[in-house]
């Protein structure tokens, strides 16, 4: 293997799909999709493109994104950016948010380049960034309250430690909002504080956005690519899997004003050249749906956190009333929970692995029934402490799961 793979480690989905195909745990909260339907009319949108009539339905379309479909997310994001996005050239459609990311981070990463990576992170950046040759320079969000109840508010960026990150090697910063895993929304001073350091150093913000609709009231989504001359600066990362709860259609998006997007393009073009015609088809066919009722509650962008928010209380509750202390997410459906209070109700002793929170979820999965993802995963090598006290679950799930969840916990107390 080359050695800019590293070891070639199966990554913790990897890992954690072949245990959830194993153990066969009674609940799946690891990897982060919805165990029900996604709305019907985004399933029915890909059986009529599947079957529509044109001959050239099913067959190659433009390599940069589906005509119909860049059209649709010009429509989306536009109002919210506040500027008329050019659906040829600010815009491309990629295989889910991962090779927009890949595609950002391999077009812009040259050998010895610094990329600033906020943890716990989306474990494929570090990956990606090494890959091109770069170097990540990682920075712990600490937990300024352990006792009472903590929200994921409470996670914050050490300012002087970030601002001292950032050096003439620098090339870009990735921030995560709303945040995976811990469900951080990071507000206006936060954002602002780093959109001031990246035009200081002239840096680039790979902004992945993927859980932009699913921020529970009153807390609000803020764009960073609309905050003063940050559009110059700001290539934007969205998933249409988490936005219509289709994960497995592996459709995603980079947008940015178009001097930007060409390196994505180039990477783009020679890695997978274009994406699957049915399902941007139907995903432009689902967008305009939504799009003509967006002043209604019915907006699935809006009702989907509104659907999903009693979810999370549920857990929370139930996390809480069984010894975990949970840090309650301000946006996306995770939860991330310390169970050390836990710890002797659980013989990690048989457990190989190196870190304690994969050898918690391990156990847990196989004796209580639950299977969750180890936070460590989240972690470079020298911060991977930072996330084992901890055990991150999924909440996108039927009632009944989360019900069957509570029950498990109960009966193991
Ligand atoms: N970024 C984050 C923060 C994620 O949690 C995920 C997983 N959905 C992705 C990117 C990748 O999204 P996709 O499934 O669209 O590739
Ligand atoms: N983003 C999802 C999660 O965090 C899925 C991860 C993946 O498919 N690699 O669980």
New binding site residues.
């Given amino acids: 293997l080359p050695a800019r793979y590293g070891a070639g480690e199966k990554s913790v989905w990897v890992e954690y799909i072949q245990l959830a195909a194993e153990y066969k745990p009674a609940v799946n909260l690891g990897q982060?999709f919805p165990d029900y339907h996604a709305p019907d009319h985004v399933l029915k949108a890909l059986s009529k493109a599947a079957l529509s009539e044109n001959p050239l339905a099913n067959q190659y379309t433009r390599g940069f994104g589906h005509p119909k479909l860049v059209q649709s997310i010009g429509k989306l994001y536009s109002p919210l950016i506040s500027r008329d996005l050019d659906p040829q050239n600010e815009i491309l459609i990629t295989?889910?948010?991962?090779?927009?990311?890949y595609s950002a981070i391999l077009g812009y990463v040259d050998e010895g380049d610094e990329v600033i990576v906020i943890e716990p992170f989306?474990d494929?950046y570090d990956f990606m960034i090494k890959c091109a040759g770069g170097v990540p320079r990682f920075i712990p969000l600490k937990q300024k309250k352990t006792s009472g109840t903590i929200t994921s508010a409470d996670w914050v960026l050490d300012e002087k430690e970030l601002a001292g990150l950032f050096n003439s090697k620098t090339k870009m910063i990735i921030v995560?909002t709303p945040?995976?895993p811990l469900g951080k929304v990071f507000t206006m001073e936060e954002l602002t504080f780093i959109a001031n350091l990246c035009k200081k150093h002239n840096v680039l913000c790979l902004s992945?956005e993927?859980?932009e609709w699913m921020v529970y009231e009153p807390k609000k989504h803020i764009r960073m690519a609309t905050l003063p001359d940050m559009w110059e600066r700001t290539i934007t990362?969205g998933?249409?899997?988490?936005t219509f709860s289709v994960?497995g259609w592996?459709?995603?998006w980079a947008y940015a004003n178009p001097k930007l997007m060409r390196n994505l393009q180039v990477v783009h073009q020679n890695c997978v050249y274009t994406c699957c015609t049915p399902i941007q088809e139907a995903i432009s066919e689902a967008l305009e749906y939504e799009l003509a009722r967006r002043d209604t509650s019915d907006y699935y962008m809006k009702s989907l956190a509104r659907e999903i928010q009693p979810k999370r209380d549920f857990l929370i509750k139930a996390l809480t009333e069984n010894g975990f202390n949970p840090t309650i997410p301000e946006a996306g459906y995770f939860v991330v929970a310390d169970w050390t209070k836990l710890a002797d109700k659980i013989d990690l002793s048989k457990e190989s692995d190196q870190y304690k929170d994969y050898r918690f979820t391990k156990k847990f999965a196989k004796e209580v029934g639950v299977l969750t993802i180890p936070p460590s995963a989240f972690y470079s090598k020298e911060h991977k402490h930072l996330g084992e006290n901890y055990a991150r679950f999924c909440f996108i799930k039927k009632d009944e799961n989360l019900a069957l969840t509570e029950k498990l916990l109960k009966e193991w107390n």
Avoid: M, Q, R
């Fill in positions: 982060g295989v889910g948010a991962y090779e927009a990311l989306f494929c995560n945040h995976n992945d993927v859980y990362v998933s249409a899997g988490k994960t592996k459709i995603g």
